[in-house]
């Protein structure tokens, strides 16, 4: 936060910003949508829909290999964008921002480029016990194939990382910590600070899977110091199919490539094929070239509306949220740690949380429901599932009355 | 009654009902009448698993006929699940493995139904007709 | 081609379908556009931006594992998508289509997958001397890891297989033959047909790398009988970032799963995971959503345009453009097959290929000079690339005229 | 001349075209006055590959000077290289690794060039000035 941001400047004019989302103003079944499902993927606003127009009405060519003009174009709104989100995560260097097709595509070629490099038998890889299923299956792979062992941090009856425990499994056979930074399903926020400084104490790596932090609160690199940072365009106001991965120059110098193909390599002959610098080397095949200069005006809109802002709105909201729900009888929530961020998970006495969701959507109310990709959070939990409302900084209170409302009535129905 | 003639009543019943929110609670409804499986019978083995809510079937061959328990953990799948038990249940192994099921569509249940839940409900039917050829194989 | 096809139905409105792309009405540097770099990508159609656009303003959201409205109907568009797909290519399931990101995605998937369980030391993969760096990369990296052996099929002067050459090389050993449908560079048409019966004999899976072949003439999977197929949206009028991989069923399923992740798997333990049936399990997080929508609207269109027409004006076109080309002084072809599609590339006199397209693009010609992904081709010709003009039925035989002209105008200042 | 003479220079030389024509063919002619490389320096250490044409760079160290000669492939890029060659052949380790390049954004060739072609200026450019440090440090 800059010296000059007031609380006043934090407070985001939420009915102007609406009108930037034409998904917004639309209704299901008849009704206002209301949208409370923004951790599977965020509304769009009307500079990224018009990012992909134009590249496509204007300028649609293939990257980095053309002389002519189109191709030009193209390929400096391509880097543009890079440079954009280096800027938006402060990385030292742009060839740090590798674009890849979201956060799973980013931890695989991690767990699997890094794994093949520094992950042997008997080694140990470490995560938590909240990861989503994309934070957990690369890694398994991974350690099944080298013969390593996965670690899991375990957690707190709040949703908390058991921090005490960490500090037991942190030894010197962890090759690679990857956890998340704020959890999907449950809406902790981690003490990364900590987890990166103390692996880095023992010169262990650390992954942070930012797929739910990233489009809540501001994030620098270099003052992380994370090794590694995956997250989704489709999360933060993009389009589908692009996403970061962040790596330290270092550690992506060192690795060998994930995927084959053009734009990756400096010299191909049958016999030997040297590679390309960063960030092509990561980078095969024709990229999604609309897809990163629609998520390079995401971040643009980002930033002019301020990510600071957004951050004090979103808590706001959730705060209101959060109190509205206590009120609930007989509901609880699944993860009630003190740092929460996006998204407020429940249950409402019996209720089986797919019932609820279903007569939510029928009054317009979009909420998930199910296992959020965590299934072994959900086993520790011992619970089908929950009810997930997820925020953006475009929601109201007066869509948080309309949920509270809805979870009234469909108790009449379900109790 | 045949399952067809099941099938006529329970449109004949929904028939009454304009507001969607009826329709749950009359779906939720008729979960109640549902002969639950006995609990020894409520093992993975009969579990079918739909992306959210789990349902368990078992199958009674008597006389000819086959003969369905189930249950749920959740109460709409629970009523979807009673509802097709009803068509089906008690009717012999032919006419289950054979069975159109025009019901579902007919009480313009689809268009409310998230397709989760569709896709849930086919793979019950699916697995019910299975019974129904299994049944038919070991008669002969 | 049905039997009422006649030849005036083959006959495109070329006119009429070019308004269908924004683009093509543009001017570059105050001239219009003339876009022959249609091998790199093509331009798209109005009804793929409708598709992008109206999937982010009326209903966008993550599929597959929700139960509000927008999730459905975003599932539903996304598998229709895959429906429509299955059935241009005449696929017998529809669960044999992949989401990629691409061919080169597509090509890393199978060389991956297929390779880590039936590649083995002393085996062999096979591919051509005109493979694109895509498809030798990634073979590369898998016989490396191996102790496999990469053996190319040499081609003669004209750009053609040597097909005798092909048949000694296909023994028992070669675990998979993957070769170019078509040439990105060359523009030869490869008999596929043979080499899959051929490779068939011996039991021998076949994937074809059609990205320079989907757009250009009917495909039918199941008539070619290829294993797997490999092609991108973006070089077939659909958007940038998705892509297909077409693998019959048997294949598919024996192979191990390529990335881990949400929504390719069916149950997630710390201890083991069980994967999801076809197509899901080669689908490891939030796929490209908008992107494979799009692509659906991509090839309703070239089906309504009807893709034997698409041929017969392409093929038309491009004997115009060779009959011309030919008539230029001390022009010379590289790659002179008698089976031919979508390319030319040429040479004229010593001038160097980037000094030619360099001028083409100041008179608003796009073309591509270089290796095109192809260096090993390169050195076989020993040339340090080619100048290619790749078509599209959009294209008209005044737009070559504006080449043979161009061409004759660079010719002037360079020689 | 001093490297801001040469480049004032070539800027007065390319005030006298309009089309962008008129400046391409000056930029070829102008390659034809290129110091041209030895064979026996024509090896893979001093290319400077570019994606899509080659360049071979050498320098000469005399009287505390650096003299460079070089060739390409293709004939624009040739005539690029000469221009480069012409502002900082003959001066001194210091003043070419300090040297500030204006000339290429004054003739309004940045406009022109492809970026690919400025991507390779600019590496040739590194390269002349890396030859600038180098013997400066061996002057030491
Ligand atoms: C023959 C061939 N194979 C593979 C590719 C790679 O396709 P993509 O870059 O879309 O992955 C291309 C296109 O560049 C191609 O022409
Ligand atoms: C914490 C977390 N990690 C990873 C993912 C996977 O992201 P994607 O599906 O965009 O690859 C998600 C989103 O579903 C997530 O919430």
Redesign the interface.
Known sequence: MTKTDTIAELNLDVERLRKDFPILQTKVYGKPLVYFDNAATTQKPLPVLQALEQYYTIYNSNVHRGVHYLSQQATEAYEAARRKIAGFIHAAHEHEIIFTKGTTNSINLVAYSFGRKFIGKGDEVLISAMEHHSNIVPWQLICEEKGATLKVIPINEKGALKMDEFDKLLTEKVKIVAVTYVSNSLGTVNPVEEIIAKAHALDIPVLLDAAQAIQHMPLNVQELDADFIAFSGHKMYGPTGIGILYGKEKWLNAMPPFEGGGDMIKNVTFAKTTYNELPFKFEAGTPDISGAIALGAAVDYIQQTGIHAIQHTEEELIAYAYERLSAVPSLRFIGDAARRAGAISFLVGN?????LG??L??YSIAVR??HHCTQPLMEIFNI??TVRASFSFYNTKAEVDELIKGIEKARR??E | MTIKEQQDAIIEEFSFFTE??EK??YI?QLGKDLPLIDDIYKKDENLIKG????VWLHADYKDGKIYFTADS?????KGLVSMVVRVLSGQSPENIAGAEIYFIDAIGLKS?L????SNGLLSMLKQMKMYGLAFQVKEK
Chains 1, 3 share one sequence.
Request: proline fraction near 6%; include cysteine.
């Open positions: 209720i089986h949380p797919f019932d279903e007569l959507d029928k429901t199910g089908p599932g129905i379900l | 969607w929110a749950y609670e939720i992306c959210q809510s789990k953990d959740a109460l709409i799948t409310h998230s397709m989760t839940r």
